[in-house]
């Protein structure tokens, strides 16, 4: 069988198990009460930013909108399709496992053309009220930052494999490099140039793509992060219907070399809360994808408010806290659930309840204190400016 019918099946495949989920998810109130006003919603604003620019952007000049581009930049991967079973078949077989990762790029990188195509549609009525943003100039632009994703997708396959400290290290560099030159082609844009790095881009992300995809040694890494991409933008959704059942993605065992590497108890009194309490603690800080979604969402939501007028900051606080609680809670009860001695006692038992409370307010409380200060702090710089 060619590598591209193995692709294009498991693609259908993947699609499938994305409708199923979603259609779950989103059932009809959701879709009523929720979806359809949402989409409502963005589309008046985006007919509105063909008039007049919203209140929170007056004052703000494009360069600013331009920088928030380079954060999206780092959103994006690239979609290898392996799976745990191909050990016994593509690895034999390195032809077709080369052929499928190579699909799979450009499938992924069609994705990625996709987003900024549609973040260039939502820039454009900025050319209305810019005098000094010209048509060209954003194209240019977009063009860069599109280079710049690609650049930075196929840099986070290649280091994926890399220790933390070693990755931690080349990413602070990357990240530094990258900003300095994004300040300046944002501010002293030079056409010709800023055209002349985004090929550099290009040309060393298929470089990157080549001998990342001639390697075999990354296949258990490589069926890892597939699974994590494949259930990442549902695991956003399961918090709006707590009913729906999260798919678990099966890991490899790794050693922590930052928390618990020698592991010890939290707690000197032993009791059922405390146990339960010390289970979630480890369990949701040992894995790192709990916590880049924690800071995630609370980054991402102080971004809204410091963009937000006032009395928005405080409403977005206000159901940050209610969304972040309950999230908290879906993983408290995921985590539990997956341990068959306690799965029985959630729900049931009073020190069930007790080890939850404790962990909210041992996760909950600091994120939501956080986002009150940046609220505040935000709400007095308004009020100043």
């Avoid at 530094?176 to 550099?200: D, M, R, S, V, Y």
């Avoid at 009791?271 to 969402?297: A, C, H, I, W």
């Amino acid at each position: 069988m060619r590598g591209r019918k193995i692709w294009w099946r498991r693609l259908k495949q993947d699609w499938l198990y994305q409708f199923n989920i979603i259609r779950t998810v989103f059932d009809w109130t959701i879709i009523v009460y929720l979806l359809i006003p949402f989409l409502a919603f963005l589309g008046i604003t985006y007919y509105s930013w063909w008039n007049s620019l919203p209140d929170w952007l007056e004052g703000v000049p494009y360069e600013a909108l331009f920088l928030s581009c380079f954060l999206l930049c780092w959103q994006g991967t690239i979609r290898t399709f392996m799976e745990e079973a191909d050990q016994l078949t593509l690895l034999q077989f390195s032809k077709i496992m080369t052929e499928i990762r190579y699909i799979g790029v450009i499938y992924s990188w069609i994705l990625l053309l996709l987003k900024w195509l549609l973040l260039f549609v939502w820039l454009y009525p900025l050319l209305n009220h810019y005098d000094d943003l010209t048509f060209y100039q954003l194209l240019v632009t977009s063009l860069f930052f599109f280079s710049l994703n690609l650049l930075l997708t196929t840099y986070k396959q290649v280091v994926y494999k890399f220790e933390f400290w070693k990755k931690l290290i080349i990413e602070l560099v990357v990240t530094c490099f990258i900003l300095i030159l994004c300040f300046a082609i944002i501010f002293k844009p030079i056409h010709p140039l800023i055209i002349g790095i985004a090929l550099i881009f290009f040309c060393l992300s298929l470089w990157q793509v080549k001998g990342y995809q001639s390697q075999i040694k990354t296949f258990y890494d490589d069926v890892e992060k597939e699974q994590r991409n494949k259930v990442k933008y549902i695991k956003f959704m399961f918090t709006v219907n707590p009913e729906v059942t999260m798919p678990q993605v099966k890991k490899q065992k790794k050693r922590s070399r930052i928390l618990w590497r020698n592991s010890a108890r939290i707690f000197q009194k032993r009791s059922p809360e405390n146990g339960v309490t010390e289970l979630f603690m480890k369990s949701f800080l040992r894995d790192k994808g709990n916590l880049l979604q924690y800071f995630q969402v609370i980054s991402i939501t102080s971004a809204i408010i410091f963009t937000t007028p006032i009395w928005i900051k405080w409403l977005v606080t206000i159901v940050f806290y209610f969304f972040f609680r309950e999230w908290i809670v879906l993983m408290f009860k995921e985590i539990v659930k997956q341990n068959p001695y306690l799965s029985a006692d959630y729900g049931e038992k009073e020190y069930m309840f007790i080890a939850q409370k404790k962990c909210e307010n041992r996760f909950v409380y600091p994120g939501v204190c956080l986002v009150i200060l940046i609220a505040s702090l935000s709400t007095v710089i308004a009020i100043l400016l």
